[in-house]
């Protein structure tokens, strides 16, 4: 990282910058720090405190956005070289976790070289990497890649249980996946958008299913001990909510007999769901910090990195003039609606499981959405 540039504090109230500032900033080679974006990682935490404060925690950010993502470049690295000899694959499926790590070291190699352009596009570049990171079907493919830990039966005892944990956590893609969202994380709208995504492109439940650590009795059994404890715990939304016929108290699974396929298939899935989506939108939201009231974020009127809308924009900025042109008012108006639903979605979010919500609606809204979750995968799973 280029020595000479530090981050400047996140804007408060009436001090976010447009894009076009940015950008001329940028073009004419100016070295004064730029307004930052609404970068809500979790260096942002607390107070808003003093300006040298502040561009300490963006400096701390960028610092950790660059430790992060060289230790995934470099666990990416050693599973390409150590599945290349292991996998019995073709060699196209052997070549897709290689491809993984050209996308990681080019996102490593944005943040050390153009750490201004990384700064000001932050949410939608980290976004735009991980779908590409996990496009190839190596990323949800048995045989290859880190898949290949869950060629091995599970081990008994309680070390057992942690090293196993950690192998399905890794050979299903879960580990990086919270990984990334844990140390590098953005606005509330970005890291539900960015958790659905990344769910879709990894879940495979049958397929892990079959493999010997999922398959195995010794995993079957603890797979039927999670389910019963869900199970038990979703029990009051059974009993609250209008049941009918598809919707019933999973006896079976209460009771520890229910077929073990299914079993299999909804605990698994139910993970995916709460380590690569539901977690770390929950982290995203309670280190957030929402921009002041009367501000043009606080709206969505300026766009910022801190939302879905800009990732999926690509571009931060403050509104330009109407435009001659039908095809560009249209865009503008799309980019308009998208920032101000994104923001309307990180204050919903907030409101409702952020920090200064009422500790007993923060627990009831998780149990919720928990309790639902599951019971969703166990119906898609055929239980």
């Not at 730029?34 to 502040?54: D, E, F, K, N, W």
């Not at 976790?97 to 490593?108: D, R, W």
């Not at 944005?110 to 570049?125: A, E, K, S, V």
């Not at 010997?212 to 038990?232: C, D, I, K, N």
Request: aromatic residues 8%; glycine residues 8%; positive net charge.
């Amino acid at each position: 990282m280029r020595a000479e540039w530090k981050p400047s504090a996140m804007p408060a109230a009436g001090e976010a910058s447009g894009a076009s500032s940015s950008t001329s900033s940028i073009d004419s080679g100016d070295e004064r720090p730029l307004a930052a974006p609404h970068i809500q990682a979790h260096a942002y935490a607390g107070a808003r405190g003093s300006v040298p404060t502040r561009r300490r925690r963006g400096q701390a950010t960028l610092q950790t956005d660059m430790a992060a993502q060289a230790i995934v470049a470099t666990a990416q690295a050693i599973v390409f070289l150590t599945q290349w000899r292991k996998s019995e694959a073709d060699v196209w499926a052997r070549v897709q976790p290689g491809l993984v790590f050209t996308v990681i070291a080019t996102g490593l190699l944005i943040i050390m070289r153009w750490p201004r352009f990384y700064w000001h596009n932050r949410d939608w570049l980290l976004l735009l990497l991980r779908l590409l990171s996990l496009l190839p079907p190596s990323t949800r493919s048995l045989g290859v890649g880190t898949a290949l830990i869950l060629e091995k039966e599970p081990r008994p005892g309680l070390a057992g249980h942690v090293v196993d944990f950690l192998r399905y956590a890794t050979g299903v893609r879960l580990l990086p996946i919270f990984f990334h969202g844990f140390f590098m994380l953005t606005g509330p709208s970005s890291c539900l958008l960015t958790g659905v995504v990344a769910t879709l492109l990894t879940a495979n439940s049958r397929g892990y299913c079959s493999t010997p650590l999922l398959s195995h009795p010794l995993g079957r059994r603890r797979l039927a001990a999670v389910a019963t404890f869900l199970e038990f715990g979703s029990l009051p939304l059974v009993a609250l909510q209008p049941t009918g016929r598809h919707l019933q108290p999973g006896g079976a699974l209460m009771a520890g007999v229910a077929p073990a396929e299914p079993m299999c298939r909804a605990a698994v899935s139910f993970a995916h769901h709460f380590f690569g989506l539901l977690l770390p939108t929950f982290l995203g939201v309670h280190y957030w910090q929402p921009p002041e009231e009367g501000s043009d974020a606080a709206d969505g009127s300026v766009s910022t990195a801190g939302t879905a809308a800009g990732a999926a924009a690509g571009t931060a900025g403050a509104a330009q003039p109407p435009s001659p042109h039908k095809w560009a008012r249209c865009a503008g108006w799309l980019q308009r609606r998208l920032r101000r639903a994104a923001a309307a979605c990180d204050r919903q979010l907030y409101s409702l499981i952020g920090p200064k919500a009422q500790p007993a609606v923060r627990a009831v809204v998780c149990w919720y959405v928990l309790a639902q979750c599951w019971l969703l995968c166990r119906l898609a799973a055929g239980l």
